[in-house]
């Protein structure tokens, strides 16, 4: 059973800066094919915002694209996603995801809200 826990978010500035990270259990993120960050704000659909894949590519929604970042430790078992430049549009639950072995799995989700 894969598990896996978030944290990092918060209240932050506009402009500032955060990260996110999302500790995996059950499974060698060497293994899973592509890890992913979700958000979702009051009243809208869960977007999906990163993927980091396996082999390392990334790829980004156009809203974050040039502003969000994704990374991995391998000997940590951990994926992170840093947010630069942080817009109040931004302000949403962040979830990690992963599909693995035929099955979704989530994080608990992490508050981030930018705000003045």
């Known amino acids: 059973q894969v598990q896996l826990v978030e944290s990092g978010g918060g209240l932050v500035q506009p402009g500032g800066s955060l990260r996110l990270s999302c500790v995996v259990s059950?499974?060698?993120?060497?293994?899973?094919?592509?890890m992913n960050w979700y958000r979702q704000a009051p009243g809208k659909q869960r977007e999906l915002v990163a993927i980091?894949?396996?082999?390392?590519?990334?790829s980004y929604a156009d809203s974050v694209e040039g502003r969000f970042t994704c990374s991995r430790d391998d000997a940590k078992n951990m994926f992170d996603l840093q947010m630069n430049n942080l817009e109040p549009e931004d302000t949403a639950v962040y979830y990690c995801?992963?599909?693995?072995?035929?099955?979704?799995?989530w994080g608990q989700g992490t508050q981030v809200t930018v705000s003045s």
């Open positions: 980091m894949y396996r082999d390392g590519r990334t």
């Open positions: 995801n992963v599909y693995h072995s035929g099955s979704n799995y």
């Open positions: 059950g499974s060698s993120i060497l293994s899973i094919n592509g």
